[in-house]
Nanobody
Framework: VQLQASGGGLVQAGGSLRLSCAAS????????MGWFRQAPGKEREFVAA???????????YYSDSLEGRFTISRDNVKNTVYLKVNNLKPEDTAVYYC?????????????????WGQGTLVTVSS
């Protein structure tokens, strides 16, 4: 599956963005999807995941430090996953990556995800 992230840009602190991750090559209905981010000089970190749990059931998970400002969702018809970010802070500045893995077994470690998009840059000004 190929992933294409978009929607990043320059935004003022307190603003909002919706990032999109369009998948191609395979339908994502049986894939777990995730968002990660990597700030300059830092390791890639888990942000949110939408985990396939069989049939049409999905569960969402968030980084403990980010829950409440970030919302992950998916549209299987459009084969797209979204990340809505509210009340952006300068420390949210990073390249945001979407990721996928087949099935429902997952972890927050980037190493456990099989497919990656190219990333979209979010810059938050104070």
């Amino acid at each position: 599956v190929q992933l294409q992230a978009s929607g990043g840009g320059l935004v003022q602190a307190g603003g909002s963005l919706r990032l999109s991750c369009a998948a191609s090559g395979r339908t994502i209905s049986a894939y777990s999807m995730g968002w990660f981010r990597q700030a300059p000089g830092k390791e890639r970190e888990f942000v949110a995941a939408n985990i396939w749990s069989g049939s049409s059931t999905y569960y969402t998970y968030y980084s403990d430090s980010l829950e409440g400002r970030f919302t992950i969702s998916r549209d299987n018809v459009k084969n797209t996953v979204y990340l809505k970010v509210n009340n952006l802070k300068p420390e949210d500045t990073a390249v945001y990556y979407c990721a996928a893995r087949l099935g429902g077994s997952w972890s927050r470690s980037p190493k456990s995800w099989d497919y990656w998009g190219q990333g979209t840059l979010v810059t938050v000004s104070s």
